[in-house]
C-alpha cells in the first residue's frame, strides 16, 4: 500500500521540454516520494530540481509565479490532478496514486450502507481509480451507484476540499454518499455540502465511519461564528494570494456589503491564514477571508469569527433581512481559479 508519483510522465514532460530547472511543490504528506522523484530527476537529466518549502494544501497551491521568480524552465504541482493537465505559464499536474484495494471495506459497506438503495460516490485524487471497480462490488450486491461527471476542472466523482461540483448535481438522485478514501477532510466536507448521510470508506483499516456526528459539529460553529460575527463593527476582509484563490472580486464584494451596513471595514492579503498571523490585528472584531474555506470551516484556533465565503453570504444575508439558509449546502465554497490559468 504505496503512494507513487507518475514518475514516467514527469520523464516524458522533461525529455520533451528539455528544462535545466524545475521547481517542484508537493502535500506534507509526499514529500519523500517527491525527493525522491527530484533525486531520479537529476541523476537522469541532470536537472536542477527545487523544491518549493512553502505549505501546499491542495491544488490552489500552484507556484506558477515562483517558477517564473527562480529562473525555472517547468513546475511540477505533485498529488493533486485535476481535467487539466497544464496550468499557467510554466506548471504540468503530476498525479500520485495510492494502490490500496477497497475490496475488504466495500464488504463492511455493504452492511452500513443496507438502509440507503442509491449511493453516491466521491473521492480524492489519489483514489479516483478505484471508483469504477467499488461502483461494480457495490452494483454486485444491489445498489444502485451513481458517480458525479466531471467539469472544466474536476474529474469524474472527484472532490477537493472546497469543491464538490461533481457529487453536487447528483444529490437528489441518491439516498447516501460513499467516499472513498481515509480522509476525514473530504469526507466531512462532503456530508456538509450535499446535507446528506455520508460515509467514508477507509481502505486502510477497513473501517467505515457515518460522518454525520463530525459535519453537525463543523455546521454548528459555522453558525455560531456567522451570528458572532453580525455583532462586530470593524472587519477584517482577508484575500488569499495562492495562485487558485484569487477571489479579489468576492472580497470586493463582502468589503462592500459590510460598509454599506455601517462597519469599517480593513483589506488584508496574505498567503497563510493563521491565528499568529491575525494575532496582530487587535482592533480587529471578525474577519472574512476568501482564500481556502476549510480554514473557518475546520479552524478550530482562531479566538474571533473567521468566515468564508458561504458564512460571509450568509452574514451578509442577515444583515439585509434574508433568512442565510443551509449556506454550506453548495456545490463550490469557493471558485477555484485554477482551470482559469490553464493554457
Ligand atoms: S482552497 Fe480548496 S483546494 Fe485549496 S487547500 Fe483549500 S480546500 Fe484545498
Known amino acids: 500500500m504505496t503512494v507513487k508519483i507518475d514518475e514516467r510522465k514527469v520523464f516524458e514532460i522533461i525529455e520533451a521540454k528539455k528544462p535545466k530547472v524545475v521547481l517542484v511543490n508537493a502535500p506534507g504528506g509526499l514529500l519523500r516520494q517527491t525527493k525522491e522523484l527530484m533525486e531520479h530527476v537529476k541523476e537522469r537529466y541532470g536537472v536542477t530540481a527545487i523544491m518549493s518549502g512553502d505549505s501546499c494544501f491542495g491544488i490552489c497551491d500552484t507556484v506558477d509565479d515562483d517558477a517564473g521568480k527562480l529562473q525555472a524552465d517547468l513546475a511540477l504541482h505533485i498529488g493533486h490532478n485535476a481535467s487539466v493537465e497544464e496550468v499557467g505559464d510554466y506548471t504540468y499536474l503530476i498525479d500520485a496514486v495510492d494502490d490500496v484495494e477497497f475490496g475488504d471495506v466495500v464488504e463492511t459497506a455493504a452492511e452500513r450502507l443496507a438502509p440507503y438503495r442509491r449511493i453516491g460516490l466521491a473521492t480524492f485524487s489519489q483514489h479516483l481509480h478505484q471508483l469504477g471497480p467499488v461502483k461494480e462490488r457495490l452494483e454486485a450486491k444491489g445498489f444502485e451507484v451513481k458517480v458525479g461527471r466531471g467539469n472544466n476542472l474536476m474529474l469524474e466523482g472527484q472532490v477537493f476540499g472546497c469543491d464538490f461540483s461533481t457529487p453536487f448535481p447528483i444529490r437528489d438522485e441518491v439516498d447516501a454518499f460513499a467516499f472513498l478514501g481515509e480522509s476525514e477532510f473530504h469526507a466531512v466536507g462532503l456530508a456538509l455540502a450535499m446535507g446528506k448521510p455520508t460515509f467514508m470508506l477507509d481502505p486502510y483499516m477497513n473501517e467505515v465511519t457515518d460522518m454525520q456526528a463530525a459535519a453537525d459539529e463543523r455546521r454548528k460553529r459555522a453558525i455560531l461564528a456567522v451570528y ?69 470551516v475546520d479552524g478550530f484556533t482562531f479566538d474571533r469569527p473567521v468566515l468564508s465565503i458561504p458564512q460571509a453570504d450568509a452574514l451578509v444575508a442577515l444583515i439585509e433581512g434574508r433568512e442565510p439558509g443551509e449556506f454550506l449546502e453548495r456545490a463550490k465554497w469557493i471558485e477555484l481559479t485554477v482551470g482559469l490559468i490553464k493554457r
Open 228 to 296: 458572532k460575527a453580525r455583532d462586530a463593527r470593524v472587519f477584517g476582509v482577508i484575500t488569499g494570494l495562492k495562485e487558485g484563490q484569487k477571489m479579489l472580486g468576492r472580497s470586493n464584494w463582502i468589503a462592500k456589503r459590510l460598509e454599506m451596513s455601517g462597519r469599517k471595514v480593513v483589506r488584508l492579503a496574505m498567503r497563510d491564514v493563521t491565528a499568529e498571523r491575525l494575532a496582530p490585528h487587535r482592533e480587529i472584531e471578525a474577519f472574512v477571508q476568501t482564500a481556502c474555506p476549510r480554514i473557518s
